[in-house]
């Protein structure tokens, strides 16, 4: 349980580095500047999003045998790793125009952005790899709020002295080395 959690919460935390749910929360953060109601819109957000993941994952998981799922997760975090390289950019139709509910505004843009996202891929892949729904859900989610967080909380104000560049280079290596201890324990099975 311990492992997956940790897992879950260092992957998705190092796949959000850069991505388009952040660049959201970071255009949400400077529209609105209403930090808390932010940080639940991402909250819940994230925890739908991860839950209905998590659910897919553990079901795929029950029916694939461990040396496939193990193969499966192992690739899909070394090709998750080389996705980071290239980092996300949000276009203007993913920002929110209204001045409705910020929460509201920002838990529906969020869960929106995050269909198909690399995030949820990765948590879909850890549950069925995993196959510990609450530790998953519990790790990712966490993991979301851990790179969320600082860019809601502090905005634009370090945004642009951020080395954005090598952060990308040190997440993705992270995240290629993740695939690979899969990779590994595909080997001694």
């Not at 996705?83 to 509201?104: I, N, Q």
């Not at 969020?110 to 996202?117: K, N, P, T, W």
């Not at 990712?140 to 790179?147: D, N």
Request: hydrophobic share 60%.
């Amino acid at each position: 349980m311990i492992a997956a959690l940790l897992v879950s919460l260092s992957t998705v935390a190092l796949a959000e580095i850069g991505d388009r749910t952040q660049l959201l929360s970071l255009v949400l953060v400077t529209r609105f500047r209403r930090p808390w109601p932010i940080l639940a819109g991402v909250l819940c957000a994230s925890l739908a999003s991860h839950a209905a993941a998590s659910v897919l994952g553990v079901w795929i998981g029950a029916r694939v045998r461990p040396a496939i799922l193990d193969a499966v997760v192992g690739a899909g975090m070394i090709v998750m790793g080389v996705w980071m390289l290239k980092p996300d950019t949000l276009s203007d139709e993913a920002a929110p125009a209204g001045h409705r509910s910020v929460f509201l505004t920002t838990t529906i843009a969020f869960f929106v952005a995050e269909i198909g996202d690399k995030t949820q891929l990765a948590t879909l892949a850890l549950a069925a790899g995993y196959h510990n729904l609450l530790a998953v859900i519990a790790g990712s989610t966490c993991g979301m709020m851990i790179a969320n967080a600082p860019v809601i909380l502090i905005g634009k104000l370090f945004a642009d002295r951020l080395p954005l560049r090598a952060i990308h280079y040190v997440a993705s290596l992270l995240m290629i080395v993740i695939g690979a201890l899969f990779l590994l324990r595909l080997a001694r099975h």
